[in-house]
């Protein structure tokens, strides 16, 4: 039996407790976090907001909360390359991992018209690194967020080695939408939390066709 059958039949075996046991931790951390942020939404977005009126850091926060998400993309294409060649198995599960940030977004504007929160550059006067969006562009969930989050788990899911770089960019995209001053604090954990489920369960529930496209035998 080749290295690649062997290494793939052994996590068929042990893979999806770990990583379930994670998605299940994140997802219970970032809720109880934006829970305990929400009735000190004020206070926090005007602390984190206010820091980056610093002229560098202000320049950063607004590079990144603008454009990390495409660095993210940009990773997520260099997996998937990488994964058709040496492992079907993680190009399906990554490809799957896509489809569930597909459904994270649409769930999370559909949650955006419900809740229909006022960004807070309109409800606070507080100085901005980033124009506020027009009215009627709703502040919670941060899609900016859940994009970034459902992104850094579908790598995750498909490559775990990808953790250590696709992770930290997805908190700083995430970080830089408040300091941006465009989300509360609870909009970004709330977002992120969102992806992060959204995404492990259309992967779990893909788990069988993914093992009939690409079978561990």
């Given at each position: 039996?080749?290295?690649?059958?062997?290494?793939?039949?052994?996590?068929?075996?042990?893979?999806?407790?770990?990583?379930?046991?994670?998605?299940?931790a994140t997802v219970a951390v970032l809720a109880v976090?934006?829970?305990?942020?929400?009735?000190?939404?004020?206070?926090?977005?005007?602390?984190?907001?206010?820091?980056?009126?610093?002229?560098?850091?202000?320049?950063?926060?607004?590079?990144?909360?603008?454009?990390?998400?495409?660095?993210?993309?940009?990773?997520?294409?260099?997996?998937?390359?990488?994964?058709?060649?040496?492992?079907?198995?993680?190009?399906?599960?990554?490809?799957?991992?896509?489809?569930?940030?597909?459904?994270?977004?649409?769930?999370?504007?559909?949650?955006?018209?419900?809740?229909?929160e006022e960004r807070p550059c309109r409800a606070l006067?507080?100085?901005?690194?980033?124009?506020?969006?027009?009215?009627?562009?709703?502040?919670?969930?941060?899609?900016?967020?859940?994009?970034?989050?459902?992104?850094?788990?579908?790598?995750?899911?498909?490559?775990?080695?990808?953790?250590?770089?696709?992770?930290?960019?997805?908190?700083?995209?995430?970080?830089?939408?408040?300091?941006?001053?465009?989300?509360?604090?609870?909009?970004?954990?709330?977002?992120?939390?969102?992806?992060?489920?959204?995404?492990?369960?259309?992967?779990?529930?893909?788990?069988?066709?993914?093992?009939?496209?690409?079978?561990?035998?």
């Open positions: 039996m080749s290295s690649r059958h062997h290494h793939l039949r052994h996590g068929d075996r042990t893979g999806p407790a770990g990583p379930l046991r994670a998605v299940v976090l934006a829970l305990a942020a929400f009735p000190a939404r004020d206070v926090l977005y005007t602390s984190v907001a206010g820091s980056a009126e610093e002229p560098a850091l202000g320049t950063t926060a607004g590079l990144v909360a603008e454009d990390g998400l495409y660095v993210l993309l940009a990773a997520a294409g260099v997996l998937a390359v990488l994964a058709w060649l040496r492992d079907r198995r993680a190009f399906w599960v990554l490809v799957a991992g896509g489809a569930g940030t597909v459904v994270a977004y649409a769930v999370s504007e559909t949650v955006k018209l419900l809740v229909t006067t507080v100085e901005t690194v980033l124009a506020c969006p027009p009215a009627g562009d709703w502040s919670w969930p941060s899609n900016h967020s859940v994009l970034a989050a459902a992104c850094a788990t579908a790598c995750v899911l498909a490559v775990p080695r990808s953790g250590w770089f696709v992770v930290p960019v997805a908190a700083l995209v995430a970080g830089s939408r408040v300091a941006a001053g465009v989300h509360y604090v609870h909009d970004v954990l709330a977002g992120a939390a969102l992806g992060v489920l959204v995404v492990a369960v259309v992967v779990a529930l893909a788990r069988p066709l993914v093992g009939r496209l690409a079978p561990a035998g």
